[in-house]
């Protein structure tokens, strides 16, 4: 299968922050289209088609902030979302494909309107829990092995996430409707594949010398009605 690349970055990847390294957005630079829209929505449309029980999960119970979701997109892609046009019972993208806006099946019309993968975490307790998303470019995750599980279960792998799961804890206990907040990551990987679940054998120090740099472009924002929050994230791949 030929690569699904992006020419550039639109931040500096060199610019890595501290973790959790979050940053205000401006809620109109929420998402993002770019050079590779067109391919990555066809590999979605494939993925969502084939894998639909590997991208996708919705928990029970969280089925309103679902609703919200797919409403909320729908009226930021009509304010912000450059070539969308949207009408009340389809969506027209930017790369001239029509989805009709199914609100029986809101996470799927969700999957084929954006590049973004969209996670939904909602308070259970003290935590907050991964209750429904739409996930076809993992990186090096599963989503069955993460949904309806709390934000520490979830970044089990990550080095040194312990020492700061309080901190990203208060972040998302902290951001309000309408002040989204954004990071971002860079790994270099030897498969340059969108779905990309398992995790490559290779030590860290090597993977500045694998030929793929992937970035994924994070935000969080909380929705004002169910006051759950939005985990989105944005995929670029690009050759060194």
Same mark, same amino acid.
């Given at each position: 299968?030929?690569?699904?690349?992006?020419?550039? *970055? $639109?931040?500096?990847?060199?610019?890595?922050?501290?973790?959790?390294?979050?940053?205000?957005? =401006?809620?109109?630079?929420?998402?993002? /289209? &770019? %050079?590779?829209?067109?391919?990555?929505?066809?590999?979605?449309?494939?993925?969502?088609?084939?894998?639909?029980?590997?991208?996708?999960?919705?928990?029970?119970? @969280?089925?309103?902030?679902?609703?919200?979701?797919?409403?909320?997109?729908?009226?930021?892609?009509? &304010?912000?979302?450059?070539?969308?046009?949207?009408?009340? =019972?389809?969506?027209?993208?930017? &790369?001239? +494909? !029509?989805?009709?806006?199914?609100?029986?099946?809101?996470?799927?019309?969700?999957?084929?309107? +954006?590049? %973004?993968?969209?996670? *939904?975490m909602e308070k259970?307790?003290?935590?907050?829990?991964?209750?429904?998303?739409?996930?076809?470019?993992?990186? !090096?995750?599963?989503?069955?092995?993460?949904? &309806?599980?709390?934000? +520490?279960?979830?970044? /089990? $792998? #990550?080095?040194?996430?312990?020492?700061i799961a309080p901190? #990203?804890?208060?972040?998302?206990?902290?951001?309000? $409707?309408?002040?989204?907040?954004?990071?971002? =990551? @860079?790994?270099?990987?030897?498969?340059?594949?969108?779905?990309?679940?398992?995790?490559? =054998? +290779?030590?860290?120090?090597?993977?500045?010398r694998l030929p793929?740099?992937? !970035?994924?472009?994070?935000? /969080?924002?909380?929705? $004002?009605?169910?006051?759950?929050? #939005?985990? !989105? *994230?944005?995929?670029?791949?690009?050759?060194?």
């Amino acid at each position: 299968m030929t690569p699904i690349l992006q020419e550039k *970055i $639109p931040y500096d990847v060199t610019a890595l922050r501290p973790l959790p390294g979050i940053a205000p957005l =401006n809620m109109a630079e929420w998402l993002l /289209v &770019d %050079e590779a829209f067109a391919p990555q929505m066809i590999e979605r449309a494939r993925l969502l088609a084939e894998r639909r029980a590997d991208v996708l999960a919705v928990t029970e119970g @969280a089925g309103p902030a679902v609703d919200e979701l797919l409403q909320f997109v729908l009226d930021w892609l009509r &304010d912000h979302g450059a070539g969308y046009d949207i009408s009340a =019972n389809a969506v027209r993208r930017p &790369d001239g +494909v !029509s989805v009709p806006i199914d609100r029986a099946d809101p996470m799927l019309t969700l999957g084929h309107l +954006v590049q %973004e993968d969209l996670c *939904i975490m909602e308070k259970r307790g003290e935590e907050h829990v991964l209750t429904a998303a739409v996930l076809c470019f993992p990186a !090096s995750w599963r989503l069955a092995e993460k949904i &309806d599980r709390p934000l +520490v279960a979830i970044h /089990v $792998p #990550v080095p040194d996430y312990p020492q700061i799961a309080p901190r #990203v804890q208060r972040l998302f206990d902290g951001v309000q $409707p309408g002040r989204p907040l954004w990071r971002f =990551n @860079a790994h270099g990987y030897g498969d340059p594949a969108l779905y990309h679940p398992s995790r490559e =054998n +290779v030590e860290e120090a090597a993977r500045a010398r694998l030929p793929y740099l992937r !970035s994924e472009r994070q935000c /969080v924002l909380r929705l $004002p009605q169910t006051r759950a929050c #939005v985990f !989105s *994230i944005h995929t670029y791949v690009m050759a060194r």
